[in-house]
Structures are given as C-alpha cells and as structure tokens.
C-alpha cells in the first residue's frame, strides 16, 4: 500500500526558516513526481509544484516560483518542501500527494494525485 | 495561471442529484481531458473520486460521474446522501508540467 508520510507540525516565527518532509513507503517512490498542495486555514487547495524523485528536476506553480525551495533525496525516499523566511501568510497546512501520469506514444503528462499524505501545519506567528 | 471556477457552494436534498461545474480555459480544461476531482470531508485529506475527467478509482461509488464538454468539466453526484456533504475540488492539467485547482465547492445536504 502506498503510504505517504510528513513530518510534523510546526510553530516558527517570521522571519524564521523551515524544510518540511515526506517520505514515501509501500512503493518504489523512486520514479514519481510529488507534487506539494497547499490548504490555508478555511480556504480551498491550491497547487505549488512538483519534484521528480529520479533526478530531482522540479517545476514550480507561478504562484509560489522564488517562494518556496522543493528538494529531494532519493536514498531516503523523502521530498523536502523549504522557505528561507517565513511570513504570516505562510500559515497553512501543506500536503504532499503522489502524481500519476498520462502518457502517450510521445510524451507524458501530470495527471491526478492518487495518494496525499496526512498533510503537516505550519503555524507563522510573532 | 488562474484557478478553475467552481460555484462557492451547491445544496440538495437526500436522494437527489446535483451538478458541481468547474470553468477554466483553452489552455487547460479544455486542451486536456486530463481533470480530476476530489472530496474532502472537514479535517480531513481530500480523496480523489474521478480522474481522466470521467474515470472511477476502485472503491468510489458509481453514483459519482464526469464529464467534460470544451473549457467546462462537471462533477454529478446522484442518489444524494448526508454523507456527500463535503468540499469539492476540480483540478486541471495547465500544461508545462503545471496543474491547477478549483475554488472548491461546498455541497449541503439539506
């Protein structure tokens, strides 16, 4: 079974630094793309961007490009989601999902989020 | 990028069917049929329910469909239950290996 697994919460202050975690079990992790969602308190999902585990090419929603630093380590089979200096608004849960894809003779495609982990919160405040 | 558009919140009674909407554009919704969407119950992950626009993941009740017609995909969910009462959200290839969610949707079961 596939299972996704974050790290914990966490309480920091503006200005502060953070790199959350997740680490994939039950599968090969290897070869997928895992993306990062956001979910600020009260509101809707909203998509950040994605990492290839393989070899750690990324690609980053506009919204959240030179925001957020998206890493990886696939001898620990683990995604890293990163912020150099925290901001209020940062506050939020983050949640990370495995990306299936859809591919065809001549490319391949992200399709949808077939597994997400329990998600971690991150609480910004002085 | 622009979020998909998905009406704030849709309401029905138990037993009846409704219809979520999700809007976007010739870049995403409507160049791919590659839409997804998920329900999410308050405090929990949200769960996929439909994918490729109108496919089932295994273990997902067939009173959930989709379809797509040009930049518009819609979710229906029949038979309504108290149980369906959730945030729903569509979601979208947009190209360039990027992909875009709904607002979200609040379903009430009256």
């Given amino acids: ?126 | 990028q622009s979020a998909l558009t998905q009406p704030a919140s849709v309401s029905g009674s138990p037993g009846q069917s409704i219809t979520i909407s999700c809007t976007g554009t010739s870049s995403d919704v409507g160049a791919y049929n590659l839409v997804s969407w998920y329900q999410q119950h308050p405090g929990k992950v949200p769960k996929l329910i439909i994918y490729e626009a109108n496919k089932r993941p295994s273990g997902v009740s067939n009173r959930f469909s989709g379809s797509k017609s040009g930049n518009t995909a819609s979710l229906t969910i029949s038979g309504l239950q108290a149980e369906d009462e959730a945030d729903y959200y569509c979601c979208s290839y947009a190209g360039s290996r990027t992909l875009v969610f709904g607002g979200g949707t609040k379903l009430t079961v009256l």
């Fill in chain 1, 1 to 126: 079974e596939v299972q996704l697994e974050q790290s914990g919460a966490e309480v920091k202050k503006p200005g502060e630094s953070l790199k959350i975690s997740c680490k994939g079990s039950g599968y090969s992790f290897t070869n997928d793309w895992i993306g990062w969602v956001r979910q600020m308190p009260g509101k809707g999902l909203e998509w950040m961007g994605i990492i290839y585990l393989g070899d750690s090419e990324t690609r980053y929603s506009p919204s959240f490009q030179g925001q957020v630093t998206m890493s990886a380590d696939k001898s620990l089979r683990t995604a890293y989601l990163q912020w150099s200096s925290l901001k209020a608004t940062d506050t939020a849960i983050y949640y990370c999902v495995r990306h299936r894809l859809f591919c065809t003779r001549v490319v391949c495609r992200l399709d949808y989020c077939d597994s997400w982990g329990p998600g971690t919160l991150v609480t910004v405040s002085s």
